[in-house]
């Protein structure tokens, strides 16, 4: 069984459009977050969430919006799709938030290309 | 803020060669250091970590000590494989400011020819 799973894995989409990414751990852990990668391989945090409460916002723009309707699920929400929200997404969970990520564990990634 | 950089990349290497990929960190408090690896089209996996000064991390014939003095955690390995061939990231969790947040080094990339 897949520990942390996301999909889609691939998403290809126009300008403008609106689109979602699921995310489902089998971990039992409390903590989920979204990173993103850019084209040059760098990662950086976007969202953290705990038991469904919203804890990390790391200047995100607004246009992006999660939602944790269990702590077994982060979901991603993109409105009006941009160039450059082209990226691969990474869903992660770990056991421990609030006093240090001891362990990550990534999901597969999803693939964005906004054309 | 807290910050991680490592060395430029691409890494070319020739198997059983000998690697070194360097980090130092920027941090405010007392941080936990870990290198996370990725290989082609899947997640991050934690490769090793050290949680204090001095402390060596080691997983898989790599390992990497905690230099406060130098605040740095380089990644070594004494002879590399086909197989090692992935992306490896340095990153840094912040226990006093940072809640649940790991901030990441920008990759470097290695890559080990037969």
């Known amino acids: 069984d897949t520990a942390v799973s996301q999909t889609p894995k691939y998403l290809v989409t126009q300008m403008g459009n609106d689109k979602s990414i699921k995310c489902e751990q089998n971990?039992?852990?409390?903590?989920m977050y979204w990173y993103k990668q850019d084209s040059k391989k760098f990662l950086k945090i976007m969202f953290s969430?705990?038991?469904?409460?919203?804890?990390i916002n790391e200047t995100v723009p607004n246009r992006f919006s999660p939602k944790s309707p269990d702590k077994a699920h982060l979901n991603l929400h993109i409105n009006s799709l941009e160039l450059g929200d082209s990226a691969v997404y990474f869903c992660?969970?770990?056991?421990?938030?609030?006093?240090?990520?001891?362990?990550?564990?990534f999901g597969s990634g999803t693939q964005l290309s906004v054309l | 803020g807290d910050s991680v950089t490592q060395m430029e990349g691409p890494v070319t290497l020739s198997e059983e060669a000998f690697l070194t990929i360097n980090c130092t960190y920027t941090?405010?408090?007392?941080?936990?250091l870990f290198w996370y690896v990725q290989y082609p089209g899947e997640g991050l996996q934690l490769l090793l970590k050290?949680?204090?000064?001095?402390d060596k991390g080691s997983n898989k014939g790599f390992e990497a000590t905690y230099r406060k003095e130098t605040t740095s955690f380089h990644l070594e390995k004494g002879s590399v494989q086909v197989s090692d061939s992935a992306v490896y990231f340095c990153?840094?969790?912040?226990?006093?400011?940072?809640?649940?947040?790991?901030?990441f080094g920008q990759g470097t990339i290695l890559t080990v020819h037969p």
């Open positions: 992660a969970s770990s056991l421990q938030g609030g006093q240090g990520v001891e362990k990550l564990f």
């Open positions: 971990l039992g852990h409390d903590t």
């Open positions: 969430y705990n038991n469904k409460e919203l804890i």
């Open positions: 941090a405010t408090g007392y941080p936990s």
């Open positions: 050290a949680t204090k000064a001095d």
């Open positions: 990153a840094l969790s912040d226990f006093g400011t940072s809640y649940g947040k790991l901030t």
